[in-house]
C-alpha cells in the first residue's frame, strides 16, 4: 500500500512546493536568500523514502513514525516559508497574538493550575480502570 501511494504524495508535496516558490515571490526571495531552507524538505522526501523502505522491509510502527515525521517536516516547510506571517503577507504572528494581560492571564491559572488537575484526573482514571476488561469484551 505504501508504495502505490508513496509516489502520488511525493509528487503532490513537490508540487506545492514548486508552485508556492513561483506563485510568491517573497517565498521565493526567502528561500533563494536562505539556501539552507532547502533541508527540510530534503529531510521530509527521505523520512517519506524511510517509510518506504521500512514497510517494506515489515516494520510495524517505523514506516508509520516515519511518514509523520515527513507530514510534520512539510509542515514545517510551509511555516518556514511564510514567516512572520500566519495570514500570507497581511497578518503577523505579533499582529494575531493576544495582549500580553490575557497570555499572562492563561499562563497562570489554566498553565500552572488548571492543566496540572488535568494530568492528575486523567492519571487517576486509567489508574482506577487499568485491568478491568479483558480481550474479547472489545468492541471488535
Known amino acids: 500500500m505504501v508504495g502505490r501511494i508513496l509516489p502520488l504524495t511525493l509528487l503532490v508535496a513537490a508540487s506545492i512546493l514548486v508552485v508556492t516558490l513561483m506563485t510568491h515571490a517573497q517565498v ?17 522526501l527521505l523520512a517519506f523514502l524511510g517509510s518506504l523502505f521500512t514497510a517494506k522491509a515489515g516494520a510495524t510502527s517505523a514506516p508509520f513514525t ?18 512572520p ?5 497581511s497578518l503577523t504572528l505579533s499582529e ?9 492571564f ?12 488535568i494530568v492528575a484526573y486523567t492519571y487517576v482514571a486509567y489508574t482506577v480502570f487499568r485491568g478491568k476488561t479483558r480481550h474479547e469484551h472489545a468492541y471488535h
Open 96 to 104: 494575531a497574538s493576544a495582549p500580553a494581560s490575557s497570555q499572562e
Open 106 to 117: 492563561l499562563f497562570w491559572g489554566a498553565g500552572l493550575f488548571v492543566l496540572p488537575l
Open 85 to 89: 506571517y500566519i495570514v500570507p503577507f
Open 28 to 44: 521565493g526571495e526567502r528561500w533563494h536568500a536562505h539556501p539552507s531552507l532547502y533541508v527540510l524538505p530534503v529531510l521530509a
Open 66 to 83: 516515519l511518514a509523520a515525521t515527513g507530514f510534520v517536516l512539510m509542515l514545517l516547510t510551509l511555516a518556514v516559508s511564510y514567516l
